[in-house]
């Protein structure tokens, strides 16, 4: 039910452009009188009338199915290329693309370097669960893949670009590897969003997203999702969705699916603006480290060129020390201290402050907004002449 399209087939429309998409995608057919836009529906219970629960297709409780998570769903499932099933938030949906697939004695395999909550996930629930993990680094895996690791794996989770240092791998190769080992493949999409970069089509089984970021880019909901082509995957997502009970809210979703039509346009500016800020840093003595996968010169551009569809907003760097990020943040006025990324507002992350990534106490992920491009430039060059 939640998870079964509304209007056109998922990626009927990848003929039109990235901007059309955003508006179009999850819409049906117009209806003379109808508003132009969905509006959130507020309710728990439905009137069953009498009837069997889900007779006809009739919604029954808020839980399981309901019309403004539907349109949401449609929504991203069309620009994902396949079917979506929301969830209240991107770690909810990631737990659910790991645990509605393995099991006690199973083995999975995550990036060593992607979203720490994820290893934070493996240290202290999946492993109480009995599940075998193996962290092997994003750059790392392709090789990895390659040389039969994947042997016994019953699934392997991708997240590229990671986050925060912002590396890349081979997807299509990955696939390729896992399906020969009959192993599942799950791509954590957040920071690519599915405009930049069509996991699906690539050969993995599932794209998940932490909608909360960039998909809908305002900082003021936690949303999340996973997408699959594949039907029963749809099937055991629903149901562990269903049971565990991390089914987002309607106003959630409605905002989501409304935030959606602007995603062309903000990532188009983020990542001029990435581009700017990321030849300001290479180009600073004081910065090194500078990681954009469309900067010239990166480890992963060559493959990123290949693999995705635009680039993104997202920079990392790093400064001699955290004194020198905070003297940096002290001298600006449009670079936000904050953790997160994708929103509209640009932002600095010094990540070592959170104890978790495996980074120098310089090191910063730079989140770019949609303000103009010189504005930002010359506000970073005055926190950069700061913290020299």
Not at 197 to 215: C, F, I, N
Not at 240 to 254: I, K, L, M, Q, V
Not at 321 to 331: C, E, F, I
Not at 336 to 362: E, K, Y
Request: charged share 20%; net charge negative; with cysteine.
């Amino acid at each position: 039910m939640s998870g079964a399209p509304r209007g056109s087939d998922p990626g009927a429309v990848r003929g039109w452009g990235d901007g059309t998409r955003s508006v179009r995608a999850g819409e049906g057919p117009a209806v003379a009188g109808a508003p132009l836009r969905p509006s959130p529906v507020f309710a728990a219970p439905f009137h069953l009338a009498d009837l069997p629960p889900r007779a006809g297709g009739a919604d029954a409780y808020a839980r399981t199915e309901h019309p403004t998570l539907r349109e949401f769903e449609s929504a991203v499932g069309e620009l994902d290329g396949g079917h979506c099933l929301s969830f209240a938030t991107g770690m909810a949906a990631l737990t659910a693309a790991v645990l509605s697939c393995a099991g006690s004695g199973d083995r999975v395999v995550l990036p060593s370097d992607g979203y720490y909550t994820t290893r934070l996930l493996a240290a202290e629930e999946l492993a109480r669960f009995g599940i075998d993990v193996e962290y092997v680094p994003t750059p790392g895996i392709d090789a990895f893949a390659a040389e039969g690791g994947l042997d016994g794996v019953r699934l392997v989770l991708l997240e590229t670009p990671s986050n925060p240092q912002l590396d890349v791998c081979d997807i299509a190769a990955v696939a390729r590897a896992a399906r020969a080992a009959g192993a599942l493949v799950a791509v954590d999409n957040t920071t690519a969003t599915p405009l930049g970069q069509r996991p699906l089509e690539l050969g993995a089984h599932m794209t998940v997203g932490s909608d909360t970021k960039a998909l809908t880019g305002h900082s003021d909901l936690l949303l999340g999702h996973v997408s699959t082509t594949d039907d029963a995957l749809l099937a055991r997502l629903t149901g562990f969705r269903n049971r565990t009970g991390s089914t987002p809210g309607p106003f959630e979703a409605w905002l989501g699916h409304r935030s959606m039509s602007t995603l062309d346009l903000r990532l188009a500016r983020q990542a001029t603006n990435a581009a700017a800020v990321a030849a300001l840093l290479a180009s600073t003595p004081s910065v090194g480290g500078v990681r954009w996968p469309w900067l010239p010169g990166d480890p992963s551009s060559a493959l990123a060129a290949v693999q995705m569809l635009r680039p993104n907003g997202v920079v990392s760097a790093e400064l001699p020390d955290a004194d020198a990020v905070a003297r940096l943040l002290a001298a600006t006025r449009l670079w936000t201290a904050a953790t997160s990324f994708g929103g509209v507002h640009s932002s600095i992350d010094r990540r070592a402050q959170w104890g978790a990534d495996a980074v120098a106490p310089g090191f910063v992920r730079l989140s770019c907004g949609i303000e103009d491009t010189d504005d930002l430039v010359e506000d970073l060059e005055r926190g950069l002449s700061a913290a020299a």
